[in-house]
């Protein structure tokens, strides 16, 4: 991790890149998070966080958007109350209940990009698949967050309670007022709630007109509250209703809460991978806002900051030059001259600034195919360093900086300083700078200098570990281009900028002379720039010679396309052929599979057909086996039934399970299996089961003489019909097989259906799964009050398609899900 002083990251201004950063955040957890930005660890971890910042860039800046990070909230300590055993209250519940919705879209939009964005993938893996919580929690809520009547059974009966009494009383009350013996008495015709208990308004001389409960005063005092007596019943009953409310919305909360205290360690983890994309998002946001991108990133080498604008500048609303930085790995420092106000220290902040982004994971104002080195510390000095406080002027202040600067930097360092060695004597102060700069670069610190003593320019001819950098300045008016020009120094005109601001023509002129006697640095410069210029002709006349090639090279360029254009044309049509031919073969499958379609349809009609036919059949066999097998007994003379008959209406207390009856729709006998209501019961009757009214039922009659075996009167069982195969088998937890993918064809949601209605839905779905020989069917029947999973679970331990069944792992639903493995034979 990089090491950055506290004063020179504030001397960069990184703060300000910090701020806009948080502005971009999604959630108050993510301005939070990202104001306490740390630098990332390593190389490794700065290179994954910007490949999956540039994966959201790509995203958010497409038509796919942002990240669904717009619900939010901070339930850290709503998750350790209920992690402790405590429950949630409905605001904590709704909070929980949005954010988990939220982990669960997140997941799902990474999940479905991170398959073309790979660096997006592991994203989605740090979210748990809280999906069906997500769901059973936000059907707790309407869309105001307010608990839902049909959140539990309990609470749409005591809601309904309490609003029937509500009206009721409102109702009473609303003749009360205007009864003429109580008007007169009223300081208005209205009521309204003290305490929760409806009370009306009693002019407070009056008070003792009306036998009641006072319950307090208007600020005048010229009113009391009055609950008539003949209400106290009434607001009683009306609390008692308001207590059932309150106990049936604990029961749900308590009920939510121990579904997420089973969640709570990967929703811990969850809420915290979600601060964590939201940190990236903003990254992202803010990199498009700037006009960011992602460089390469080194350790080592040179340094390539191609067109860098200085991301200050940009958030400031600025025009910015763009400009080349470049510090080869053969130069410790680049020394950077030029005019005052020319974009020395704008450079210089530049080369910073993106250092530090780069280290924490932020796009920076550069090309794409930049470089940008990340040293191991970050050493600024920049700026006025005098402190009257502690009696030093500006030199003695910025040599007190400095020393700071010496004695920490070390190999791998980044030292940037303005205006080195600033505030003195020119010809000491450059001399001081000198040796400075020698000195870091001995270290094997390097770094980029601003100054404008003269001395100083000649240092990169003296010693190859430093260049020369200068800041442009036009000819004509000469002022500041704020271009960057390599490999000459560049002159810091003061005369000129002194004239242009308005300094008298007769003191700029006296200062000419003045410096007029000193001029031979200033001549050698000029031969460097003369130097320069014949090296630019040159250049040009060879730009010249390229143009010429360049366009010998594009007419043949364009008369290779020509001879390609004709080739590709040829290719369009045959590929317009094998198309229109294509489409021609996917019609004839469609309509090919749609006639399937209809014969498969017909097929299971047919074979439903069958079965009722096969059931029909066996019956009658049934009758007639135990006629043929009846023992001839004293009955028959006397007129009695041989066989099984109706002895009679069954009454209610009869209606039971394992007891046999007469079917009376059938004319045979049966056994019940399950009773349903007060009325009706399901009876298997051979290898079928009916729901049958109690009407339909009769007490089941045997002849004495010839009195059926039990073996004989209970219906075969469906194992027995289907193979003989054994009751199904619940899976041990130590054998957790592994269910095919959840899809819609072996899925059956009973999520909102009545108990009675179950069994239809999941005996078809286990029906079609079978003639299709699938593996498992998945049964989504959720929490509750537990009577849909008694029912699936019920119908599955006697279903003669089942092999074996177990309920749902955390990752597939829990214990809201029931998985069951067909035969397949």
Not at 594 to 601: C, G, K, Q, S
Not at 604 to 615: I, M, Y
Not at 707 to 721: F, G, I, Q, R, V
Not at 738 to 759: N, W
């Amino acid at each position: 991790m990089v090491t950055v002083p506290t004063d020179s990251a504030d001397q960069l201004g990184f703060n300000r890149i910090v701020d806009a950063l948080a502005a971009h955040a999604s959630s108050e957890l993510g301005r939070e998070a990202i104001e306490e930005l740390e630098f990332l660890p390593d190389a490794d971890a700065v290179r994954h966080t910007l490949a999956q910042v540039a994966g959201l860039m790509e995203l958010i800046g497409g038509a796919d958007g942002s990240p669904p990070l717009d619900n939010i909230d901070d339930i850290g300590l709503a998750l350790t109350r209920a992690s402790r055993g405590g429950t949630l209250s409905p605001e904590g519940l709704y909070q929980v209940a949005r954010t988990v919705r939220t982990m669960a879209r997140v997941r799902r939009y990474l999940t479905y990009h991170g398959e073309t964005l790979a660096a997006l993938a592991p994203l989605a893996e740090r979210l748990p698949d809280a999906q069906l919580l997500a769901d059973e929690l936000a059907s707790t809520f309407d869309a105001a967050g307010e608990i839902r009547d049909d959140a539990s059974p309990e609470l749409s009966a005591a809601r309904k309670r309490l609003t029937q009494l509500r009206v009721a009383i409102k109702k009473r009350l609303e003749d009360y007022i205007h009864r003429r013996d109580i008007a007169e008495w009223l300081q208005d015709d209205y009521y309204t709630l003290r305490e929760e208990r409806y009370v009306i308004p009693i002019v407070s001389s009056f008070q003792g007109k009306i036998d009641g409960i006072i319950h307090g005063a208007s600020n005048t005092g010229q009113t009391v509250f009055v609950e008539p007596s003949e209400f106290i019943e009434a607001n009683n009953d009306l609390t008692v209703a308001a207590g059932a409310v309150e106990a049936a919305i604990y029961a749900i909360l308590k009920e939510r809460t121990e579904w997420i205290r089973a969640e709570v360690d990967d929703l811990q983890e969850g809420l915290r991978g979600l601060v964590h994309v939201d940190g990236l998002a903003a990254r992202a946001r803010f990199a498009l806002a700037i006009e960011a991108q992602v460089p390469g990133v080194a350790t080592a080498g040179p340094v390539r900051l191609n067109a860098a604008r200085n991301p200050i500048l940009l958030l400031t609303g600025v025009d910015v030059v763009a400009n080349d930085i470049t510090l080869d790995a053969d130069h410790a420092f680049l020394v950077v001259t030029g005019p005052n106000t020319g974009g020395k220290t704008v450079t210089l902040n530049t080369l910073g600034l993106t250092t530090l982004m780069t280290w924490a994971g932020v796009p920076s104002p550069v090309e794409a195919d930049s470089t940008v080195v990340l040293f191991d510390e970050v050493h600024a000095l920049i700026g006025d360093a005098q402190d009257i406080g502690k009696h030093l002027s500006t030199f003695s202040g910025h040599v007190e900086a400095l020393k700071r600067v010496i004695d920490a930097a070390a190999h791998g360092s980044l030292v940037l300083l303005d205006e080195i060695a600033v505030g003195t004597e020119p010809q000491q102060g450059a001399a001081l700078a000198i040796a400075v700069l020698e000195s870091l670069a001995n270290r094997g610190a390097r770094g980029l200098v601003t100054t404008h003593y003269e001395r100083l320019k000649t240092l990169p001819f003296e010693d190859p570990r430093f260049a020369n950098a200068s800041v442009g300045v036009s000819p004509g008016t000469m002022e500041p281009t704020f271009e960057l020009h390599y490999g000459e120094p560049g002159s810091s005109t003061p005369l000129e900028v002194a004239a242009r601001l308005g300094i008298p023509a007769s003191i700029v002129a006296r200062a000419r002379e003045v410096a007029g006697g000193n001029s031979g640095l200033t001549e050698a410069l000029e031969r460097l720039r003369q130097a320069r210029d014949e090296a630019r002709m040159a250049e040009a006349n060879a730009r010249e010679a390229k143009h010429k090639l360049d366009t010998e090279r594009q007419r043949l360029q364009q008369q290779r396309q020509r001879l390609q254009h004709r080739a590709d044309e040829e290719v369009r049509e045959l590929r317009g052929d094998a198309r229109r031919a294509i489409e021609r073969g996917l019609k004839a499958v469609k309509e090919a599979t749609r006639d399937l379609a209809a014969v498969r349809e017909a097929r299971e009609l047919q074979r439903r057909a069958g079965t009722l036919k096969d059931v029909k059949q066996e019956l009658r066999q049934m009758a007639e086996a135990e006629q043929e097998t009846a023992l001839p007994g004293p009955s028959a003379p006397t007129g009695k039934p041989d066989g099984p008959f109706d002895a009679g209406d069954l009454g209610k207390d009869a209606l039971k399970a394992g007891v046999d009856v007469f079917v009376r729709t059938l004319g045979q006998p049966g056994t019940i299996v399950d009773v349903r209501g007060n009325n009706s019961a399901q009876v298997a009757v051979g290898g079928l089961k009916l729901t049958l009214k109690r009407k339909d039922l009769g007490v089941l009659g045997v002849p004495t003489a010839n009195k059926p075996t039990s073996a004989k009167l209970t219906p075969e069982s469906p194992s027995k019909k289907l193979g003989g195969r054994p009751k199904p088998r619940r899976l041990t937890d130590d054998e957790p097989m592994t269910p095919p993918p959840r899809t819609d064809d072996i899925t059956a949601d009973l999520r909102g259906m009545r108990v009675d209605e179950v069994e239809d839905r999941l005996v078809a779905t286990l029906d079609h799964a079978y003639y299709d020989d699938r593996e498992a069917i998945w049964v989504i029947h959720g929490h509750g009050t537990g009577k849909l999973k008694k029912e699936v679970r019920g119908l599955i331990r006697s279903s003669p398609y089942v092999a074996s069944w177990r309920p749902g792992l955390r990752h597939e639903g829990g214990d809201g899900v029931t998985i069951a493995w067909l035969h397949r034979d």
